[in-house]
């Protein structure tokens, strides 16, 4: 397309000059004939855009032309929040022959650590039945025995944790009994002479293959592990 270029002494057609100014803003015989055009344009890309710096806010508001207000929404950077440690206290955790609170019998370390809110760290060499991992930090006193890559029981040698029943370190095997109402299975300790085993054996089928064990020294518990069979069993842990 050919621009008509006004002849000495004759005007351009304003249609001819109005499209110049539109399509050719920069032009410098368009802005010197049509001052206004070059405050229009400005005034179109402000209403457009709805956000203008520097020279072009000065254009909205400059030669008399009121200027135009926008509302500009703060642009804040994205961020991520790492997990947080769990906020559960050792104390409010419960054994039970599945498991240990959230963590269960049959998940991987890593399901294990994201139940319990806090990494496990192996506290035992690996052996070819299993390896012990505790919390790397806090909940002291617990541990996880893990064989073939999954849990396979819990165990409690301190702190507040009890179990479903609410056996605790430190209580008696007398109190023991009565709170699971005679059904623990008395056993001889086979390293502690004078001390016993408490056993819960299940009586529904479904979980057969699951045991609770407190150890006592004859007279108080001194520690608790539950889990599955045989790894709950294993009296001398993974050595």
């Known amino acids: ?36 055009a070059r405050r229009i344009l400005a ?4 209403a457009g855009a709805g956000v203008l710096a520097g020279a072009v806010a000065g254009a909205c508001s400059g030669g008399g032309t009121p200027a135009v207000t926008t509302t500009t929404t703060p642009v804040t950077a994205a961020s991520t929040t ?6 559960v206290a050792v104390e409010d ?9 959230l963590v269960r019998v049959g998940m991987t370390v890593e399901a294990a650590a994201q139940a319990l809110g806090r990494p496990l ?18 909940f002291d006193g617990l541990s996880f025995m893990v064989a073939a890559g999954t849990v396979a029981r819990a165990d409690v040698t301190a702190g507040g944790t009890a179990t479903t029943e609410g056996v605790a370190i430190g209580q008696t095997e007398a109190e023991a009994q009565r709170r699971y109402g005679g059904r623990l ?8 002479l004078g001390g016993h085993y408490l ?13 609770l064990v407190a150890e ?9 592990r539950a889990g599955r069979l045989p790894e709950v069993g294993f009296t001398e842990g993974c050595s």
Do not use: N
């Open 216 to 224: 006592t020294d004859g007279t108080k518990v001194t520690s608790m």
């Open 199 to 211: 056993t819960l054996v299940p009586t529904d089928p479904a979980d057969a293959g699951f045991r």
């Open 43 to 46: 005034r179109r890309i402000c």
């Open 121 to 138: 760290e192996p506290v035992t060499a690996p052996t070819d039945e299993c390896t012990f991992y505790a919390p790397a930090t806090g």
């Open 1 to 36: 397309m050919t621009l008509d270029r006004a002849r000495p002494g004759v005007a351009a057609p304003a249609s001819s000059v109005a499209w110049r100014g539109h399509a050719l803003g920069h032009d410098e015989g368009v802005t010197s004939r049509r001052p206004h």
């Open 82 to 87: 790492a997990a947080q440690p769990s906020t």
């Open 185 to 192: 299975r008395v056993t001889a300790h086979d390293y502690d």
């Open 93 to 101: 955790l419960r054994l039970d022959i599945r498991g240990l609170g």
